[in-house]
């Protein structure tokens, strides 16, 4: 099946305790998203989570240490618009009004059909992509498509290199990049100096906030996320 360019542009999180079902969803689905990340229980799923920053969940719900509808119910409460795509072998009532309470996006009992499963997903991808604003660290959001940094609605005044940046570290796994990403940014030749990335990131935290960039030291920068 040949699926919307917008998944593309996306992150999913797999969280999966049995291993052949994991593999599953890995070579079926993995390749259609930019970035993929896997978790094998709720806990970990969570932590995953504040890690990657996922734009689509897809979870089992029978794991150990704690469920998927636990799981799901405790990152809504941080981010209630993330998508839960919640996989299960159960088609009681009980189950499928617990998924309900807890905002899930979708329900696909076992064995389901992948088909159908990338369907679904190709219909989400297009509507994230079609509201196109990534939600970072709060106020801010930034519009991929026009590649302007909102605040509360307005618009922040940046240069070409500090959009171009934000962009970078958006597209970037896990929203990391390096100091010599960071070089190469900021001096198409590559020859900027370490003292120059701190001055770059200072002068765009003083537009924004000092969280919106964080310091991983011998990591790089880090994006903040809302």
Same mark, same amino acid.
């Given at each position: 099946?040949?699926?919307?360019?917008?998944? @593309?542009?996306?992150?999913?999180?797999?969280?999966?305790?049995?291993?052949?079902?994991?593999?599953? /969803?890995?070579?079926?689905?993995?390749?259609?998203? @930019?970035?993929?990340?896997?978790?094998?229980?709720?806990?970990?799923?969570?932590?995953?989570?504040? +890690?990657?920053?996922?734009?689509?969940?897809?979870?089992?719900?029978?794991?150990? $240490?704690?469920?998927? /509808?636990?799981?799901?119910?405790?990152? $809504? =409460?941080?981010?209630?618009?993330?998508?839960?795509?919640?996989?299960?072998?159960?088609?009681?009532?009980?189950?499928?009004?617990? =998924?309900?309470?807890?905002?899930? !996006?979708?329900?696909?009992? @076992?064995?389901?059909?992948?088909? +159908?499963?990338? &369907?679904?997903?190709?219909?989400?991808?297009?509507?994230?992509? !079609?509201?196109?604003?990534?939600? /970072?660290? !709060?106020?801010?959001?930034?519009?991929?498509?026009?590649?302007?940094? *909102?605040?509360?609605?307005?618009?922040?005044?940046?240069?070409?290199?500090?959009?171009?940046?934000?962009?970078? *570290?958006?597209? !970037?796994?896990? $929203?990391?990049? &390096?100091?010599?990403?960071?070089?190469?940014?900021?001096?198409?030749?590559?020859?900027?100096?370490? +003292? &120059?990335?701190?001055?770059?990131?200072?002068?765009?935290?003083?537009?924004?906030?000092?969280?919106?960039?964080?310091?991983?030291?011998?990591?790089?920068?880090?994006?903040?996320?809302?």
């Amino acid at each position: 099946m040949s699926c919307d360019k917008s998944l @593309k542009n996306l992150t999913v999180l797999f969280v999966e305790d049995e291993e052949s079902l994991l593999s599953l /969803l890995i070579s079926a689905l993995g390749n259609k998203f @930019k970035y993929y990340g896997t978790a094998k229980n709720g806990i970990e799923g969570m932590k995953k989570t504040k +890690e990657m920053q996922p734009d689509i969940i897809i979870s089992d719900i029978t794991m150990p $240490h704690m469920d998927g /509808l636990m799981m799901a119910k405790k990152i $809504h =409460a941080d981010s209630p618009d993330l998508p839960i795509v919640i996989l299960s072998a159960y088609s009681d009532k009980e189950k499928l009004l617990g =998924a309900i309470d807890v905002g899930i !996006a979708k329900y696909f009992i @076992k064995p389901f059909d992948p088909d +159908e499963l990338l &369907s679904y997903l190709c219909t989400l991808g297009k509507k994230l992509f !079609a509201t196109d604003a990534c939600r /970072l660290i !709060a106020p801010y959001q930034f519009d991929k498509e026009n590649k302007k940094l *909102l605040k509360e609605g307005r618009i922040v005044k940046l240069t070409l290199r500090e959009l171009d940046l934000i962009s970078y *570290l958006i597209a !970037a796994p896990n $929203h990391i990049i &390096s100091n010599e990403e960071i070089k190469t940014l900021i001096s198409k030749e590559g020859k900027a100096s370490d +003292e &120059s990335v701190r001055v770059f990131i200072r002068r765009l935290r003083e537009k924004t906030d000092k969280a919106f960039i964080q310091n991983l030291p011998k990591q790089g920068y880090l994006l903040g996320q809302g």
